[in-house]
């Protein structure tokens, strides 16, 4: 079993930055792919970064060059560092963690609740 905890969501202006962060606990295989997603009012989940077991990384596309995600082993915790945001980032930010991934919710059994951010 694994359980996500995120944190690190706010309210930030428009080209400010802010740094979610998801503890991580449980069976580390279970967790060998992490991803974050994010849901705006109305809209689908969307996968916005995936960390893979091999230290690979993907981005969406709408946040290339803008967002990092990376891990802090030493504290077993999901980093997404978000630079430049824009107001259409606003949106409910989940981190996710199956033994494998890929970009889509399906394919990740657990989840965090969830943090809010809003960019305005």
């Known amino acids: 079993h694994v359980q996500l905890v995120e944190s690190g969501g706010g309210s930030v202006l428009a080209g400010g930055s802010l740094r979610l962060s998801c503890s991580v606990s449980?069976?580390?295989?279970?967790?060998?792919?992490m991803s974050w997603f994010r849901q705006a009012p109305g809209k689908e989940r969307e996968g916005v970064a995936l960390?893979?077991?091999?230290?690979?990384?993907s981005y969406a596309d709408s946040v290339k060059g803008r967002f990092t995600i990376s891990k802090d082993n030493a504290k077993n915790t999901l980093i997404l560092q978000m630079n430049s945001l824009k107001p259409e980032d606003s949106a409910l930010y989940y981190c996710?963690?199956?033994?494998?991934?890929?970009?889509?919710?399906?394919?990740?059994?657990?989840w965090g609740q969830g943090t809010q951010v809003t960019v305005s």
């Open positions: 449980g069976d580390s295989y279970r967790s060998s792919c």
């Open positions: 960390l893979n077991y091999d230290g690979r990384t």
């Open positions: 996710a963690a199956n033994p494998t991934g890929g970009r889509w919710p399906y394919e990740y059994k657990y």
